[in-house]
């Protein structure tokens, strides 16, 4: 198993996204596959999903087929001239063997990756871990699983997120198409483990605990959801473009940074979402997608009344970060000013999310425990990362299916 340095994880990780194509002799990934006329993205919120599943998702299933023989579905891509069908499993099992090519190549010594630990939601169902799994199998590679949103809270945690006093940490994850509430507890010491093997190699002793408490989500609530309302109220107001979903994006984004700006100058005034000759303020922004926002208050409030403990933070990640209303929604369920942890771009996620878990692989990794040289070990901040240990009720569940995670 090898270990990636986290700088370069970042450097080779920020412009790679779920997205495959082929030119010739070449497959590609990343951004510039989705400069190509034939590609196909999305592949985590199809693979492991069935025709019923995707119904409520016109725009994934438009891109693929029914294998009326096999009752599975395909995608067709061009390869040699030719087109050949796919499964999302099998494109996922290509990705993952060019992550393996990628990672090999990162690693400043001779060696061979044939370990992964994947960042997967929390919500998947069992069909969809098994076809992640099965991908893994395909590129020959042995795979572990760790939730998303618990890779992102160790990331805050080992980069100092945590205290000496006990904290309460809510993590809401806005994606493209579906959000979840993450709840954890961040403890300063962690009991003796009795079940620690006296004759295996000394391990250091966990300081502090990482807790799961709870997992909440919305499968039918994400960021498109007020990027089309904003798109259908500019349409109703004559202000239809070519690029009309794209220009409503920026222009969250740009009034998310005059937010900002506002707040830090203490200015009470609400904000104006400029679009052309028309305009829309952010509190009729909020109105129109009231709810959507009701829906929202009911899942945070869900996630709320699991565990009567005082809140110490909230951070929001993902793509839908930077949209006004769900950033109002958490600040007055939370009664607290929400952190934005990862940045607002799917690429910020996927950093969190990799850090993550290359963290905690690092920290049940034989060979980095039994490095003999400060030196070598403060490379990969190795001192923060032994003082931590997870534990999380998803994988021991994930672990009674048959499946293995890095810190069950």
Known sequence: MAMIPADKVQSRMVNITETLTTIKYQRLIGKVANKQEKHFSNIMKVIGKNLSDLRSDPDLLSLLTLDRITKLLHVDIPIFGKEY???????????????????????????????????????????????????????????????????????????GGGSDQEQKVAFVDVTDSAMQVCIVVLEKRAKPDPKQSQTAAPRPQAKRILEVLSYSYDLLLGQKDFLNTLVKYFKENGQSTANLQEDCLNLMIQNKQVRLKKQRNNDEELGQLMFRSEKITEAEFKCICNPFVQRMKGLLQKAIDKDNRKFSAVFITGPGSHISPIYDCVQEVFNMTPGVLTGTTYEGLSVGVAVGCAQNCAIQSKKFLACSSEDERSKYNMKKLLEWQVKDKWALSIKDRGFHCWYC
Do not use: W
């Open 85 to 159: 069908q796919f499964t999302p499993t099998h494109i996922l099992a290509m990705l993952l063997s060019d992550f393996k090519a990628m990672a090999e190549a990162a690693v400043d010594m001779d060696a061979i990756v044939d370990e992964f630990c994947i960042g997967i939601p929390g919500y998947f169902t069992k069909s969809q871990q098994i076809a992640v799994l099965q991908a893994a199998d395909i590129a020959g590679l042995n795979v572990s699983v760790f939730s998303a949103t618990t890779a992102i809270a160790l990331m805050h945690a080992v980069r």
